[in-house]
């Protein structure tokens, strides 16, 4: 099993949609690798006003996007007999927060591999009434530590992680499985021509034809630059090697 579709839930959709159709992630799209839908929260208002969000009970700054308005959107998707189903491709629901588990290229593998169908539910406002969240969310995700004004950008460098892992969209594997951050490293420094850069060289190893040896200086260079730029990934690094 693999992601075939991500539905966005918004009042902003174009945000998303403009911020996903360029450079690969537009042409997995052109190409069917990845079906991307909108849905208008404020198309499911009924008031006269169209209004999606209200104030507080017990006060409080900010307005709160209603859980019923937010329920007819989802419902328009889904439905509580699927989310309550045990059927392996059921869609499931992911509302961006500040609240929610954090981004990882490790976690954005695994949903890859374990979903057909996403819906992210994009807050806006203050937050959203913790009804709909008891109800319909199955997971909240945050992109790290710091608040931004809605869960549109969150979602599309969500997306953006989770599209180039599916099989096919990057057309070398080899690269995706070379990845900063795939294995708990980071990358080797790279280097393309010219060979001289402001009387800068490129490491003659590079140059020598000899790929064990290229291989075996990227793999060092991986592990001194963790090291010195990311020591918490180092020693998850060196933990994980003693273990296998
Ligand atoms: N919405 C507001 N801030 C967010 C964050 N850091 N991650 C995901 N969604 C958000």
């Known amino acids: 099993m693999a992601l075939k579709k991500i539905t966005y839930l918004s009042l902003f959709p174009g945000m998303i949609d403009q911020g996903l159709s360029h450079s690969l992630v537009g042409k997995a ?28 009970y017990g006060g409080g700054a900010g307005m709160l996007l209603r859980a019923d308005v937010l329920f007819q959107a989802w419902s328009s998707v889904t439905s509580l007999e699927e989310k309550n189903s045990e059927s392996p491709s059921r869609p499931y629901t992911i509302l961006l927060s500040p609240q929610g588990k954090t981004l990882t290229q490790g976690l954005a593998r695994d949903w890859v591999h374990r979903f057909e169908h996403l819906i992210f539910v994009c807050g806006h406002y ?12 199955d997971e909240e995700l945050s992109i790290g530590d710091y608040v931004l004004t809605g869960g549109e950008f969150a979602a599309v460098v969500a997306s953006d992680v989770l599209i ?3 099989p096919g969209v990057v057309g070398n594997t080899e690269s995706v499985s070379k990845d900063s951050l795939e294995g708990d490293l980071l990358k ?16 003659d190893v590079l140059l020598s034809g000899n790929h064990a ?4 200086w990227r793999k060092e260079e991986s592990e001194r630059r963790t090291r010195a730029k990311r020591p918490d990934l180092f020693a998850r690094y060196e933990s994980g090697k003693k273990l296998s």
């Open 188 to 203: 080797a420094p790279q280097f393309t021509r010219p060979a001289d850069f402001l009387g800068r060289k490129v490491p």
């Open 126 to 137: 203050e937050g959203v009434d913790e009804r709909f969240i008891d109800a319909c969310v």
């Open 164 to 166: 180039r892992l599916i």
């Open 213 to 216: 040896k290229i291989e075996a």
């Open 29 to 56: 799209r052109q190409a069917g690798s990845v079906e991307l839908k909108f849905v208008q929260i404020r198309d499911f208002a009924t008031d006269k006003h169209k209004s999606v969000d209200d104030t507080p």
